[in-house]
């Protein structure tokens, strides 16, 4: 996923309580991505045997079920304003924002012309890892949020543990 800055989700921008625009920020955000995930795996791309071997030593279980589904723009549901609004406070859109790559459980989406090499596989592969260890992909996102808002992003210890893949496979 994408950086954010964490002091910008505190602004002034986000409407009514926090705890209550997270919520159903959440809420709409999930069930979105749940159509992203039915979408990606009905025309993802399996994973080549290299890339299955990669996923299981990541310690995947179900890496059969990977798909990579390659866009010119990693998705987002951007016509809703306020979800919109919430994406560019969270760091997830906006101007100067590329979004390379994203797991939406177990499908990747890569945006085309970025170079899915081995470690940045890893990294991806590692967030595919975490939704099925977190059990959906509703748990992992709100996980997720929270820990952008409290560590940002170069700290969460999701990020950690996926920048340690990019690190552990490259080369």
Do not use: C
Request: cysteine-free; proline content about 5%.
């Amino acid at each position: 996923m994408l950086a954010a800055d964490s002091q910008s989700v505190h602004a002034s921008a986000i409407p009514a309580s926090q705890d209550e625009f997270l919520g159903r920020f959440m809420d709409y955000y999930v069930r979105w991505a749940e159509g992203i995930e039915e979408r990606g795996q009905a025309t993802g791309e399996s994973l080549d045997p290299d890339q299955a071997r990669l996923a299981a030593d990541i310690g995947i279980k179900h890496a059969e079920r990977v798909r990579l589904v390659y866009v010119d723009e990693v998705p987002f549901p951007t016509d809703n304003p306020e979800i919109r609004a919430a994406g560019e406070k969270f760091g997830f859109i906006g101007p100067g924002i590329i979004n390379n790559a994203q797991a939406f459980g177990y499908t990747i989406w890569v945006r085309e012309g970025f170079s899915l090499d081995r470690p940045r596989l890893a990294h991806e592969l590692v967030h595919v890892m975490q939704i099925e260890r977190s059990g959906s992909f509703a748990a992992y996102a709100r996980q997720y949020v929270l820990e952008l808002m409290q560590f940002g992003h170069e700290k969460s210890p999701l990020e950690l543990e996926a920048y340690d893949a990019n690190r552990r496979y490259a080369g």
